[in-house]
């Protein structure tokens, strides 16, 4: 049974080209003396920039021979690559569809480099129009290694709850593409306290901020009835749903006891959570803990958690370990060799590549 | 064994009066012709107030006849009353400390009434000095039902990094009462969307806002070495840690993979998140899933989480069901009793009140 990772990002050359003309989030700057660059992408790294703020950045993130390098050391077979954030969001609208279309040219053209060992979810214009967006995801529909769409919480800069996306939804329903959905905006930075949180480097807003980001999300989705619309949409999440496994309980039980909702009868005849989890919903296996992935597996059922590894994010501060492993992927793969017992190979085969293979119908 | 509540909410008549009194968050209004009061408490209900928004309060918020009803309907042998949110954080400086003795008095008479069936977390006056402060936390040590204070996540308005608070938490170390850390103030409105999430009743914030707020603040308070400072300050965390069990994983690696932490000497020879979680976190069982409850368990071990309902906060909106059972309650035994096989009942006794005796001392 093949490994494949499902969450692993890249920013091929043309997206580094746009990086690097920037000067306001998202950027890449050079800082000498030594002209290593360095990513600026989040919200909360824009001011300011200094050699000692944002993260080094290098061929690991545009050249695929890194990726398949990085496979290679780690025993995936397959990767589904997906443009990192903040994709396209930031774009202008009138350029967004014409640059969507060459960066999935440039995905698929990459994919066929390394045949039967890269797909990809490809980027759509979120600034464009409906009928633009709509015309990208036919076209992704017919192109040999794209699966999916990778698609941030912003959606028209309103948020996924957005009427005006029901054609975006639909589009995907009905080419059986499945949204890879990944945070990108986090929270605003005075939650995190006086200083925004600046003393933890970036250890509040990527390890709270984005899975928190990605839970509001799609409960925003969920209550704004998007999957009762579409009953056949498939949303993987990132981060193993951010914190959506141990929250749905919780979720559920809110609304059950909300005086508004329950008044105007939005209670009764809705989908719940846990139906959407096992029928609509995909989760990584990007948790990092046991604890966390037996939630996941809990949730969604073990058919249908999908390893990944965030790559080339959380690469190892220290010389790496034996064979040159990252620490971020071996966490995982720790965690899902963990929480199955010894009967239960299959299980983990399915998470480790089989799940992905055949809900992504990775043949080539 | 006994089945203890240690998640329960009072609004003792005085602080009634307060609420009664304001016409800002946190008050109670009248609203004709039926003249039935409601709560506004959360942030987020500050304005409007209608008899569409807030909530409806009555009698089970400050007379305890009423909370031994409830106790009675669920079997619960002990209750471990707390002021509910917003507590005396708004309350001006000057008067605070006398509000805060005059207030835990009161609790402790109430627990009185009924020997052996109330103890109490005691409140603190946050917005008085760290003098007045600790002075309260040795008196309340010495009050015969109280076990320890009930606290939000504002502490001097800082948030509960802030070093000014290391005095707290050394008398609270000293003294051996345990923190109840319970949230209050959520996460700004437009992260639930242009209306706020207002469309959604009180969803939002109650179901993501609240134990995202908690997980944001026991984070910090574990970055900001409070635990290396103060290695025997025992805490219990509402709505089992917020996500902090699901969120650990992701927490540690983030934390083992940052750029400033390392460079400033910050990850070697600090106590970890398991450590803590194991040591000196205690976990509520108020997670309303099995899946949820399983997690806590994972984290801080069968022996250290604890049966709570979160009265009389989420009341049935229907009629009641079987014998008047709340259904928020009864989601939560089933919670229990679900997460263990047969051969467990041991642990189960010990999450529905075995934990909470030994732990918090709950002799006469």
Not at 30 to 53: A, G, K, M, W
Request: aromatic share 10%; proline share 7%; net charge negative.
């Amino acid at each position: 049974m093949p490994i494949v990772d499902i969450h692993t990002h890249v920013y091929p050359p043309s997206y580094m080209q746009i990086l690097e003309s920037r000067s306001t989030v998202p950027y890449v700057r050079s800082f000498p003396p030594s002209n290593s660059s360095r990513l600026f992408v989040l919200p909360s790294e824009d001011p300011p920039s200094t050699t000692s703020t944002g993260r080094p950045i290098g061929p690991e993130y545009y050249d695929i021979a890194q990726k398949i390098a990085f496979m290679d050391t780690h025993k995936i077979d397959i990767s589904v690559i997906s443009l990192a954030n903040p994709w396209l969001d930031f774009f202008p609208s009138s350029g967004a569809a014409a640059a969507a279309e060459a960066l999935n040219n440039d995905l698929n053209a990459t994919c066929d480099k390394f045949p039967g060992r890269l797909f990809a979810f490809g980027a759509l214009p979120m600034s464009a129009s409906v009928e633009e967006i709509v015309s990208k995801i036919k076209r992704l529909s017919g192109m040999k290694y794209m699966r999916g769409v990778v698609m941030g919480t912003s959606g028209f800069g309103k948020g996924l709850d957005d009427e005006r996306l029901n054609g975006v939804w639909a589009a995907l329903e009905e080419t059986g593409q499945t949204v890879f959905l990944h945070p990108h905006y986090g929270l605003p930075k005075e939650v995190y306290g006086p200083t925004g949180g600046e003393e933890y480097g970036l250890v509040l807003p990527l390890a709270l901020g984005f899975p928190l980001e990605t839970t509001i999300a799609v409960s925003r989705m969920l209550l704004s009835g998007v999957w009762d619309r579409y009953q056949g949409l498939s949303v993987l999440l990132a981060h193993s749903g951010g914190t959506l496994p141990f929250l749905a309980g919780r979720l559920e039980s809110c609304i059950a006891h909300d005086g508004k909702l329950h008044r105007e009868g939005k209670i009764a005849n809705r989908r719940t959570v846990w139906d959407i989890l096992q029928k609509n919903i995909l989760l990584d296996a990007v948790v990092y803990s046991e604890v966390g992935l037996k939630a996941a597996v809990d949730v969604a059922g073990a058919d249908r958690v999908l390893f990944g590894t965030d790559h080339p994010f959380f690469p190892p501060l220290e010389e790496n370990g034996e064979k040159g492993e990252w620490l971020s992927v071996t966490t995982n793969y720790k965690a899902i060799k963990d929480a199955f017992g010894p009967g239960e190979v299959e299980k983990v085969e399915g998470l480790l590549g089989g799940n992905a293979v055949r809900l992504l119908r990775l043949e080539v």
